[in-house]
């Protein structure tokens, strides 16, 4: 069967079949490091690089779920809201129940919290046929509120908790923190790209008219989608209670628009169906890379988010495929 | 095997159906005629699974069966090929194939994917499909996506202890020739694990192909024969409900064109595409274009409307010269552009077909107040009444509208902005028959009004029957110029020798 010009065609395949457009994240941040490199002294350390990881963790966390979204064509803005809730929650556990295991209680509560709000997010957009951006921006401020009238708009401290660990200790210089981000990273590129789930997103993002019509049980796939979501923010609140040794509704602050441009500059399409969760943990490197280079060469910090601004449109407009796009709006 | 007894369906009170029986022997292969609107798609999705009946029994095997889902219908060995774009583009082949049906494959959770390449590739042999199935459906051509749909299809039947039964939604309608007899002689092969239902506007496909055809009309079956006892005039006939007119093509409303052209292409050629391409268009005239997939036709439409430049020749409007830079220039010289893809590129299907009639030229609706409706509606009845477009009103969105009343939206459009060299692409795919008689009578409207027209048709006998001439491209070379003068109108054969 494999004839030698079966061999040259494969060959050539091969040549095409190189992601070119997928790998352009992963240039940027190679030549984003080696510029900085150059550009600032204290850049290229061990210290400098632990304190980026340690940095990327909690929105590589929340990138991956936000991912899990924008695969199927949906948008999940969210993101600070179910963070909230679930930051509270683990707080107040943590508080009721000191201890180790009051410590995996708290994560577990915490993670089932933001579980709850992304299943409630996507149980209201297919059952309702609402679309995910006013849905999530609704359970956005569903969970702030939840998470204000929890804690009557204060702080809770935690700063003696043995949840703490996954901030503190370190393995291999580096804190467990950055360890359980990997790993969820890796689970989820597992489920993405090796079960019927993940199979079924890109199904789901690439036509779902279509991805019905064979039998893809598509509102079940979207809200195990927004639940698996909602898991990840459960599980970027615990991170950041961890490192900040407090739980309050603010603990999200900010982290949506860094989970967005995240996955979109590593390259996830917004139209769905291309992208993964492996292109938005290099999409987190870049935003968070970028940040701290910017904070060593001392870049004002409102100067700092227009460019992580600039960061998402030029993103965008480098990443979209136009061939056979006449027109865009 | 499959009889669907008395089905009826209604949409918000309107009867698509009204009571079909229809049945589907083992190993045979039943045609499924009509105008659009007649109820064919409903029936379609009613036996797919997709849409539920009203009224009425569906019945496998002599059973009464209930098709709540595809999948229902998948498991009782039933199983659709969409008209066209039903696979998912960012996925592989292999991922298409199975596509919820993929639960076989998981070992521990996860897809085994060496087993769903594997099963991929049997699947693919079955319609002698040669192709990897890790690439990705959007590399495909569009032959390759059909035969694709078909395999997924047929894929059915190891999972169905049961004989399937296929339905073929207008699976011609993308295809060229050479693509359409391929798909043919596997059907035919396939005759023997599988019944088709096949559903096609065109007629002597559908008689080639079938043993015995139905035809619809106002959601009710009105004939049913053996195919070899119809000719696609009787199926015309009956779909229709009058008398067909003795001649489709309205050869004797034919004129002679006037002397005066109206585009000059003198060695025209793009790289890779087609090469040294001379041709005069006249006044009034229908030059045919035909060729294969790849005869460099379609690029020659691309370069000649703008949207594409040539690397060598040039071209004249009217005496001119021209040498468009975009669409927007062509439009500015008169050109007008009708394409395949009228629900993206021939209309703002959301935009009312008032708006759509003005939106090539604006101007023609204005005030020195701003735009006025009260002048684009009356520049939209005019058209509605001389066109005979079929509509509620002016302001209805152009989605609603039928097929071919979207086609003469188009070619209204293209008339408001004065155009004065149209070019045709397809005008009469996926339209039904009594609206393609309208645009054939639309065709040669125009040639009385002395628009030159160059038409890239569905089928050979339309090109040939509208045509003043036909030209002929294979491997993006003129190979041939044939004249087609009302009366001496050119065989197939002697145009299909230039084309391969």
């Known amino acids: 069967m494999t004839t030698t010009a079966g061999k040259g065609r494969a060959s050539a395949r091969l040549w095409t079949s190189v992601p070119w457009r997928a790998l352009a994240p992963v240039v940027v941040l190679a030549a984003l490091c080696i510029a900085l490199g150059l550009a600032a002294d204290n850049f290229a350390t061990a210290g400098n690089f632990a304190r980026i990881a340690t940095s990327a963790a909690v929105p590589a966390v929340l990138a991956t779920g936000v991912t899990l979204v924008i695969l199927m064509g949906g948008i999940d803005l969210s993101v600070e809201g179910a963070m909230a809730v679930a930051a509270v929650v683990a707080a107040l556990v943590l508080v009721a129940a000191p201890g180790a295991l009051g410590a995996v209680a708290a994560a577990f509560a915490a993670l089932a919290a933001g579980a709850a709000l992304g299943a409630v997010s996507g149980a209201i957009h297919v059952g309702l046929r609402a679309p995910s951006f006013m849905v999530t921006l609704g359970t956005w401020f569903i969970g702030l509120g939840l998470a204000v009238w929890l804690v009557g708009g204060g702080t809770v401290s935690v700063r003696d908790s043995e949840l703490r660990v996954l901030a503190l200790v370190r393995l291999g210089g580096l804190p467990l923190s950055v360890w359980v981000a990997l790993g969820t990273v890796l689970i989820a590129w597992v489920l993405q790209s090796r079960t019927r789930l993940g199979r079924a997103l890109f199904a789901v993002g690439g036509g779902e008219d279509l991805a019905a019509q064979s039998g893809v049980p598509v509102g079940r796939v979207k809200v195990a989608a927004f639940a698996l979501a909602g898991l990840c923010y459960g599980l970027g609140a615990v991170l950041a209670v961890a490192q900040l040794g407090q739980g309050n509704a603010e603990i999200g602050t900010g982290r949506l628009f860094a989970a967005v441009s995240a996955a979109v500059v590593g390259g996830t399409s917004l139209l769905g169906g291309h992208g993964g969760v492996l292109h938005s943990l290099v999409g987190v490197l870049v935003v968070v890379v970028l940040s701290n280079g910017m904070i060593l060469l001392g870049v004002p910090p409102y100067l700092q988010q227009a460019v992580q601004g600039l960061l998402i449109i030029i993103a965008v407009a480098v990443s979209l495929d136009r061939r056979g796009q006449g027109l865009v709006k | 095997m499959l009889t669907a007894e008395n089905l009826r369906k209604s949409y918000a009170g309107v009867e698509a159906l009204r009571g079909v029986s229809f049945e589907v022997r083992p190993g045979e292969v039943v045609g499924l005629v009509g105008e659009n609107g007649a109820g064919k798609s409903t029936l379609m999705r009613l036996l797919a699974g997709t849409q539920r009946p009203s009224g009425g029994r569906i019945l496998r095997d002599g059973q009464p069966v209930s098709l709540a889902s595809p999948r229902d219908a998948n498991a009782m060995g039933i199983a659709m090929v ?138 009710a079956v009105v004939a049913e024969a053996p195919a070899s006892a119809v000719t696609p005039a009787d199926l015309h006939q009956m779909m229709v409900g009058r008398g067909v007119r003795t001649e489709y093509y309205l050869e004797s409303r034919q004129e002679p064109p006037r ?229 001496g109108k050119p065989e197939q054969v002697r145009i299909v020798e230039h084309m391969v």
């Open chain 2, 82 to 219: 969409f008209q066209e774009q039903s696979l998912i583009l960012n996925l592989s082949v292999a991922e298409n194939l199975f596509l919820g049906q993929d639960g076989e494959f998981v070992r521990h959770g996860l897809i085994d994917r060496r087993a769903l390449r594997r099963a991929a590739l049997h699947q693919l042999a079955k319609v002698g499909l040669d192709i990897d199935p890790d690439r990705r459906a959007g590399e495909l051509s569009f032959a390759q996506r059909q035969m694709v749909e078909l395999a997924k299809a047929l894929a059915l039947e190891d999972r169905v202890d049961r004989d399937l039964v296929i339905l073929l939604d207008e699976p011609t309608s993308v295809l060229e020739q050479a693509e359409i007899d391929l798909l043919f002689s596997r059907v035919r092969d396939l005759q023997s694990r599988a019944s088709f239902v096949f559903v096609s506007h065109r007629l002597d496909e559908v008689l080639a192909i079938s043993d015995r055809v139905y035809v619809m009309r106002d959601g």
């Open chain 2, 259 to 487: 002397s005066d052209v109206a585009l000059a292409v003198r060695g025209l050629g793009q790289q890779g595409a087609f090469r040294d391409v001379s041709f005069d268009l006249h006044r009034g005239e229908v030059l045919g274009l035909a060729g294969v997939i790849g005869s460099g036709r379609e690029a020659l439409i691309r370069v000649l409307f703008g949207f594409e430049r040539p690397d060598a020749g040039g071209m004249e409007v009217e005496g001119q010269a021209y040498a468009p830079r975009s669409p927007a220039d062509a439009v500015a010289r008169g050109l007008g552009f009708v394409p395949s893809e009228r629900r993206t590129e021939g209309l703002v299907m959301t935009l009312s077909l008032g708006a759509n009639i003005t939106l090539a030229r604006i101007r023609e609706a204005m005030t020195p107040w701003g735009l006025s409706r009260s002048k684009e509606q009356a520049l939209a009845r005019d058209w509605i009444s001389r066109l005979g477009i079929r509509t509620p009103s002016a302001d209805t969105p152009c989605r609603n509208l039928s097929g071919g009343n979207q086609q003469k939206v188009v070619l209204a459009k293209w008339r408001t902005a004065g155009s004065r060299v149209l070019i045709l692409d397809h005008p009469t795919r996926g339209v039904d028959v009594g609206a393609k008689e309208e645009v054939f009578r639309l065709i040669r409207d125009l040639c009385d009004e002395g628009v030159a027209i160059l038409l890239v048709a569905d089928t050979l006998e339309e090109t040939i029957g509208l045509s003043h001439r036909v030209l002929v491209m294979r491997d993006g070379a003129i190979s041939a110029e044939l004249p087609a003068p009302a009366g």
